[in-house]
């Protein structure tokens, strides 16, 4: 039983059909399926999860992307998916894997106020923060920080898909500004792009622990759903580059939860942009 389901004695299926009408979840890529029960079976092993990794190049690709510039310190480069079990751990792994994988599975909306090129963007240059802060000062965190950041938002170009007449106009409307759209859905749907994405997650029986991060990345929305802190620290970024404002922002929250003063905050900053 998913965490939302114990929580919430909810059946995620028909929650999201019921704020979504006749809504059908997309399939996730079929070696990231194979690949998360490999990671999940004891008695595989490493070789087993990097030889089925290999059976979907763009997936390796990004995968063996996101590992190698989490690891820009390291003289040698990680060139075998078998190699990044090893390095990653099986749990921090499977946060990847299924964060690229969902990226796959995402349609394009195609609608006003939504571009799909940007919208992926502005979220892996938000995750690839959330993991940098994480590595400073929670590094047991980072892989969870990337995918839960990286999947904060994932239902916005579902629901633009499927609720054409209800979700577009809200897209319409903010502009851009996206740091008010999960009000506006609220006010205008009763529930927000959160919640909704936190049951596509229990959906795909994710763990529990991009469930909580996608569910709440916002706001509280239950105490036993508890998201790492540079997930939430970095939720608020919904621009390809962070202005003045943005840096000022990241500043007093990164004092406010981990202390950091603003010319540590600085130093990480030009770490994580000129790496």
């Given at each position: 039983m998913g965490i939302l389901k114990r929580l919430f004695k909810r059946d995620p299926k028909a929650q999201l059909a019921k704020m979504a009408g006749d809504f059908k979840?997309?399939?996730?890529?079929?070696?990231?399926?194979?690949?998360?029960?490999?990671?999940?079976?004891?008695?595989?092993?490493?070789?087993?999860?990097?030889?089925?990794?290999?059976?979907?190049?763009?997936?390796?690709?990004?995968?063996?992307?996101?590992?190698?510039?989490?690891?820009?310190?390291?003289?040698?480069?990680?060139?075998?998916?078998?190699?990044?079990?090893?390095?990653?751990?099986?749990?921090?792994?499977?946060?990847?894997?299924?964060?690229?994988a969902t990226r796959d599975a995402l349609p394009n909306p195609k609608a006003t106020g939504y571009s799909q090129e940007q919208f992926w963007e502005i979220a892996t240059q938000r995750a690839a923060l959330a993991e940098t802060i994480s590595r400073?000062?929670?590094?047991?965190e980072a892989g969870i920080s990337y995918a839960g950041s990286l999947l904060q938002d994932m239902a916005i170009p579902i629901l633009a898909k499927v609720m054409r007449k209800e979700y577009r106009p809200l897209l319409a409307e903010v502009d851009g500004n996206w740091g008010v759209l999960d009000e506006l859905e609220r006010e205008t749907l009763g529930w927000d792009h959160g919640?909704?994405?936190?049951?596509?997650?229990?959906?795909?029986?994710?763990?529990?622990?991009?469930?909580?991060?996608?569910?709440?990345?916002?706001?509280?929305?239950?105490?036993?759903?508890?998201?790492?802190?540079?997930?939430?620290?970095?939720?608020?970024?919904?621009?390809p580059s962070l202005g003045p404002e943005d840096l000022a922002r990241?500043?007093?929250?990164?004092?406010?939860?981990f202390g950091m003063s603003p010319t540590d905050t600085r130093k990480l900053l030009d770490l994580h942009f000129a790496a």
């Open positions: 979840l997309p399939s996730l890529p079929k070696v990231a399926m194979e690949v998360r029960a490999l990671l999940r079976d004891d008695n595989s092993s490493n070789r087993d999860i990097g030889e089925c990794l290999k059976r979907d190049a763009g997936l390796t690709m990004r995968l063996l992307q996101s590992v190698n510039s989490a690891a820009a310190a390291r003289t040698r480069r990680i060139s075998d998916p078998s190699q990044a079990v090893g390095l990653l751990g099986r749990a921090n792994l499977e946060y990847l894997v299924l964060a690229h400073h000062v929670k590094p047991a919640d909704f994405g936190g049951l596509m997650c229990e959906s795909w029986q994710f763990p529990d622990e991009i469930t909580a991060a996608v569910t709440s990345h916002h706001r509280d929305v239950h105490e036993e759903l508890p998201v790492p802190d540079a997930v939430r620290v970095v939720a608020f970024i919904q621009s990241l500043e007093e929250d990164l004092d406010q939860t």
